[in-house]
């Protein structure tokens, strides 16, 4: 098992260009939480997902965030413009009953 | 709304001394707890978790947390440290009725001295 896999592992934007991250979650997990690591806020939950359906998306921070997830092994964070307070390493984690699995993260630097 | 709360962010230890990091939590109903560590540049990684049943959970690397209900705390406890356990340490609570959601704490990193 390759365990979650996150694409790409760094990425470097100028502010107002589209980014988008992408996470590939163990097969036959039937969650998938995106989350935002920064020093200042820490953990935060932006959204998740059971069996490919958006349950909890309240901690987006704005319409310039958007996630999908077309199937079972694949979902994408997308932002767009970027702006440098999106600078954060970005988590990918998946899960079968409170076993969750995280990737090995996107540190995202927006210039 | 469910949260945990951990006290101190830094906590620095000799090798061989005790590990303990606190973790508190406010429920209105018993949670399903959780503590997982992250080493520089890496993901989360689960030690342990506690959902029903015996209130003393063990993890791996020699971690173990006890549920205190009364107390309403999950703190985690090493019995002697080691350099390699020098990392961030994260409590975490799944709000009830609300399957596999977890809200983290801040953090506890965690520091080992020779």
């Known amino acids: 098992d390759a365990g979650v896999i996150q694409s790409p592992r760094h990425e470097v934007t100028e502010m107002g260009q589209e980014v988008t991250l992408r996470c590939k979650p163990i097969?036959?997990?039937?969650?998938l939480f995106w989350y935002r690591q920064t020093m200042m806020r820490g953990l935060e939950l932006l959204i998740y997902?059971?069996?490919?359906?958006?349950?909890?998306d309240s901690g987006m921070p704005e319409d310039r965030f958007s996630a999908k997830m077309p199937n079972a092994s694949f979902s994408t964070l997308k932002i767009q413009p970027s702006e440098p307070r999106d600078s954060a390493v970005y988590f990918c984690?998946?899960?079968?009953?409170?076993?969750?699995?995280f990737g090995s993260g996107t540190r995202l630097t927006v210039v | 709304a469910q949260s945990v709360t951990q006290l101190g962010s830094h906590v620095s230890v000799s090798e061989g001394a005790l590990v303990l990091l606190r973790c508190n939590y406010s429920?209105?109903?018993?949670?399903?707890l959780f503590w997982y560590v992250q080493y520089p540049n890496q993901g989360l990684q689960l030690l342990l978790k506690?959902?029903?049943?015996?209130?003393l959970v063990k993890g791996i690397n020699g971690f173990e947390a006890e549920f205190k209900k009364s107390e309403t705390s999950f703190h985690l406890t090493k019995p002697s440290a080691h350099m390699s356990d020098a990392a961030e340490y994260f409590c975490?609570?799944?709000?009830?009725?609300?399957?596999?959601?977890?809200?983290f704490g801040t953090g506890t990193r965690l520091q080992v001295f020779p």
């Open positions: 984690a998946s899960s079968l009953v409170y076993g969750y699995t």
């Open positions: 097969s036959g997990h039937n969650s």
């Open positions: 997902f059971n069996n490919n359906v958006p349950i909890d």
């Open positions: 429920s209105s109903v018993p949670p399903y």
């Open positions: 506690y959902t029903t049943g015996a209130t």
């Open positions: 975490a609570v799944s709000p009830a009725g609300d399957t596999d959601k977890l809200i």
